[in-house]
């Protein structure tokens, strides 16, 4: 036994385990890497446990891999050979809703399904959602910067973010449980955290922010001819009803092609349209918002900016709505294996990128399944490729295909994933060269002996 391990025995006793008694679901987080057994896995209880492990790590110049709920798609949580693995999962559970701050303080293995719920039950509601909801963490969300369904809204997680406590590399708590949306004593170190995927510091705590639960919340889908018309339906809604809208999702024809010829769903409209807008707002407490709601989209159809829609009537028909956006869950079991992109693109460049894709797809790669879709109102999509034995060279092809595309229009290779093992090769085609000596000028201060998560993002 190294002595590391013996010093983490010693001083965390049972939260310890090595070899077997590491549970196969700690060999590999959702990204699709070979799963790799971290030489020791440690479950802490507490932050001051969190400080022992990390001290000792930094110490004995241990490499350590922070894992959540293993939900992320980069390999930010997949352990490499030789690393240490420090789960989170023990330390669950909400400490406080404030109802006057409308704030919500929990420990950051707490999965997000639960910090929901609990807003819920208070009378608030979160604004951090995603489809992971019930197996990843909101610490995990926070290093992150989560995106998902209601960023168009709420924000991505940091704009959620009032306060956190991180433990850094040597086991020094650094603590700032903030309350107040106004607090500009000196820098706002927390926000350096939030992102950093790991590699900065371990988030143990937080405070989030709560919001009021929306009210008279309506629901549609939408066909239009065009991603112009798309946007005109998007700035309109917007500015004849400001604040309004939850949800703005896009589903290029591809994925609604997937979604009823091999995914099973009935066909959405009797014809076949460029793209499925998913809409939904919150229309007020007042009954006479339901017809507002149809009022507005009926005087898109007028305009010939929507060409078909149809309004649940129900929460039956809201989930029957929402099935067709989250048919990419259930591809594992119709697909071969996938290739699965989370990018930003200019809107201005939508069209253009699609296309692109729609050209170079079916002459590089002929029996490659392949869809866009996304949330678009945040210029983020997602890219899922999906080929008969792929390989490595398949891959990377693929990755080049998408990835310089996503360049040369502007945008970004990470909308909301973050940058993991996987991604970091092509950071340099989002950030320039100053900012990643800014990035390595902080881990390097923060994180001297390059402990945690070594080779993510940087």
């Given amino acids: 036994m190294s002595s590391v391990i013996e010093a983490l025995v010693k001083e965390l006793g049972d939260q310890v385990r090595v070899g077997a008694d590491i549970p196969l679901r700690n060999h590999a987080d959702a990204s699709g890497l070979a799963p790799t057994p971290p030489q020791v896995l440690i ?62 303080t929990a420990l950051a293995g707490t999965p997000l399904a639960v910090v929901q719920q609990a807003a819920d039950e208070a009378g608030f509601l979160c604004g951090i ?11 995990g969300n926070i290093a992150t910067n989560a995106g998902g369904n209601q960023v168009l809204r709420y924000g991505m997680a940091r704009r959620n973010t009032l306060g956190l406590e991180v433990v850094l590399a040597d086991g020094t708590i650094v603590r700032s449980l ?23 510091g371990v988030v143990t705590r937080v405070v989030v922010g709560l919001h009021p639960k929306p009210q008279g919340q309506q629901t549609a ?8 018309d798309a946007t005109a339906v998007l700035r309109r809604f917007q500015q004849a009803h400001p604040g309004r809208l939850l949800v703005f999702e896009a589903m290029w024809r591809e994925f609604m092609t997937v979604a009823t010829q091999i995914c099973g769903l009935s066909p959405a409209f009797s014809d076949e349209y460029d793209l499925t807008l998913l809409i939904e707002a919150d229309m007020g407490e007042d009954p006479e918002g339901t017809e507002t709601f149809s ?41 071969p294996e996938e290739i699965r992109f989370d990018v930003s693109v200019p809107l201005d460049h939508m069209t253009e990128a699609v296309e692109h894709l729609r050209q170079e797809m079916p002459k590089q790669y002929p029996d490659a399944i392949w869809v866009v879709f996304g949330h678009v109102a945040d210029s983020n999509i997602h890219i899922n490729v999906a080929v008969k034995d792929m390989d490595d060279g398949i891959k990377k092809g693929i990755q080049g295909l998408v990835y310089d595309l996503v360049a040369r229009l502007g945008g970004s290779i990470s909308a909301e994933h973050g940058i993991g093992r996987i991604k970091r090769p092509y950071l340099p ?29 940087l």
Avoid at 129 to 138: K, M, N, P, S, V
Avoid at 178 to 192: E, R, S, V
Avoid at 309 to 321: L, T
């Fill in 43 to 104: 479950l802490p209880r507490s932050t001051s446990d969190v400080a022992t492990a990390l001290r000792l790590c930094h110490e004995h110049r241990q490499p350590v891999v922070i894992q959540g709920g293993l939900t992320g798609l980069a390999g930010g949580a997949h352990p490499q050979a030789g690393e240490i693995a420090l789960s989170l999962e023990r330390m669950s559970g909400v400490e406080e809703i404030d109802p006057a701050s409308a704030t919500l």
């Fill in 129 to 139: 959602d995603l489809g992971a909801r019930g197996t990843c963490t909101i610490g």
């Fill in 178 to 200: 903030n309350k107040m949306l106004k607090n500009n004593a000196g820098y706002d170190w927390t926000q350096i955290f939030i992102g950093s995927e790991g590699t900065l």
């Fill in 221 to 228: 889908l939408c066909a239009v001819s065009s991603f112009e």
């Fill in 295 to 335: 009022a507005v989209l009926g005087d898109f159809y007028e305009q010939g900016l929507i060409k078909d829609a149809v309004v649940a009537q129900s929460q039956a028909d809201r989930n029957r709505f929402w099935t067709y956006r989250e048919t990419p869950y259930e591809y594992g079991r119709f697909l």
């Fill in 429 to 457: 085609l989002s950030r320039t060269e100053p900012e990643l000596v800014l990035m390595t000028t902080l881990k390097r201060t923060l994180d001297p002996a390059g402990i945690l998560n070594p080779g993510r993002v």
